[in-house]
T-cell receptor, first 115, second 112 residues
Framework: ETGVTQTPRHLVMGMTNKKSLKCEQH?????MYWYKQSAKKPLELMFV???????ENNSVPSRFSPECPNSSHLFLHLHTLQPEDSALYLC??????????????FGPGTRLTVL | EDQVTQSPEALRLQEGESSSLNCSYT??????LFWYRQDPGKGPEFLFT???AGEEKEKERLKATLTKKESFLHITAPKPEDSATYLC?????????????FGGGTRVLVKP
């Protein structure tokens, strides 16, 4: 595997379900991110982790719960979601949070549909 | 509040017809401006980072330029494989957590 991978690629869930999204980066990076991409809206940052510590929570509802067990893996736990949470959820990673040449590299995303 | 506006929203080109995409931004102390390409159903693919006004970067048929208020992505003699959504993002000097603020993107369709 290379780059940033995400599973599953597609997920359909009911509002009472609990599910998790998984992200893995194979780039040796120290920072990881969750973004939400809704139709007709710009990419929105949700969470930022650096060396497994959460450094940013961009006013995200508590029904989204991130977990970063190590610098290569990032999870997004979902529970009691709403239909408006349907979107493409993207994971990204970067070498660190500071300095130049700190580009974020994205995974392919998980297309989430909440019924 | 940092803001990024991209125009046009959509662009239809004939193969070989050069054009430019605009990214206007308002940010408190620009640390970097980023261009990404996104194909349908995929994550954004990194293209360029620009740091200061006057800077230019090129990759194949793409050239990105930066001024103090906007950036342009020039597509020279485009081919159908250049069809994608192009995203612009800015990073403020004091952005916490390496935060990027994205524009809405420009959807480019290149017809043979």
């Amino acid at each position: 595997e290379t780059g940033v991978t995400q599973t599953p690629r597609h997920l359909v869930m009911g509002m009472t379900n609990k599910k998790s999204l998984k992200c893995e980066q194979h780039l040796g990076h120290n920072a990881m991110y969750w973004y939400k991409q809704s139709a007709k809206k710009p990419l929105e940052l949700m969470f930022v982790y650096s060396l497994e510590e959460r450094v940013e929570n961009n006013s995200v509802p508590s029904r989204f719960s991130p977990e970063c067990p190590n610098s290569s893996h990032l999870f997004l736990h979902l529970h009691t979601l709403q239909p408006e949470d349907s979107a493409l959820y993207l994971c990204a990673s970067s070498q660190s949070l500071a300095g130049v040449d700190n580009e974020q590299f994205f995974g392919p995303g998980t297309r989430l549909t909440v019924l | 509040e940092d803001q990024v506006t991209q125009s046009p929203e959509a662009l239809r080109l004939q193969e070989g017809e050069s054009s430019s995409l605009n990214c206007s931004y308002t940010v408190s102390g620009l640390r970097g401006l980023f261009w990404y390409r996104q194909d349908p159903g995929k994550g954004p693919e990194f293209l360029f980072t620009l740091y200061s006004a006057g800077e230019e970067k090129e990759k194949e048929r793409l050239k990105a330029t930066l001024t103090k208020k906007e950036s342009f992505l020039h597509i020279t003699a485009p081919k159908p494989e250049d069809s994608a959504t192009y995203l612009c993002a800015v990073q403020a000097g004091k952005a916490a957590g390496n935060k990027l603020t994205f524009g809405g993107g420009t959807r480019v369709l290149v017809k043979p």
